[in-house]
Each structure stands twice: as structure tokens, then as C-alpha cells.
């Protein structure tokens, strides 16, 4: 399943990434959040850098996984 990955500390960086086992999940980064995908376009069209060539992969991720690489307050 393609998932949107961001990070918890960082507004503007993304990627999308295939994952097909919990596996894909461990090497990612080892402190993430894996829920249901409920960004949309409207929401990062505010992003800077959000490529508009990516909305359709937007909208095809099924996962949004956050990155906790830091301590957030």
C-alpha cells in the first residue's frame, strides 16, 4: 500500500513510500505513528514545496505515517 510519510518536526517534508509489511514499517524509523491517510489537497496546497505533480499520489496513499524524530512540544 503507498503511504505518505512526513515528519512530526518538519511542516514541509514529505515522501511517498510502498509498504508492504511491518517490516517496511521497522525500517523507516523506529518511533512512527501509522494511521489512515486524511490529508487532501486542500490541506497541502499550503505546503511549501508540495509538488502539485504529486496530488495523485496523494490521493491514491491509503497510509499517513508520521516520523518522531525529535521531541515535540
Given at each position: 500500500?503507498?503511504?505518505?510519510?512526513?515528519?512530526?518536526?518538519?511542516?514541509?517534508w514529505?515522501?511517498?513510500?510502498?509498504?508492504?509489511?511491518?517490516?517496511?514499517?521497522?525500517?523507516?524509523?523506529?518511533?512512527?505513528?501509522?494511521?489512515?491517510?486524511?490529508?487532501?489537497?486542500?490541506?497541502?496546497?499550503?505546503w511549501?514545496?508540495f509538488?502539485?505533480?504529486?496530488?495523485?499520489?496523494?490521493?491514491?496513499?491509503?497510509a499517513?505515517?508520521?516520523?518522531?524524530?525529535?521531541?515535540?512540544?
Open positions: 500500500m503507498l503511504a505518505i510519510i512526513t515528519k512530526a518536526d518538519d511542516d514541509y514529505y515522501e511517498f513510500k510502498e509498504i508492504k509489511s511491518i517490516e517496511d514499517l521497522f525500517k523507516i524509523y523506529f518511533h512512527v505513528v501509522v494511521e489512515e491517510n486524511d490529508l487532501d489537497e486542500r490541506l497541502v496546497t499550503h511549501e514545496g509538488k502539485k505533480e504529486d496530488i495523485p499520489l496523494l490521493k491514491e496513499a491509503k499517513h505515517v508520521t516520523i518522531y524524530n525529535t521531541w515535540i512540544e
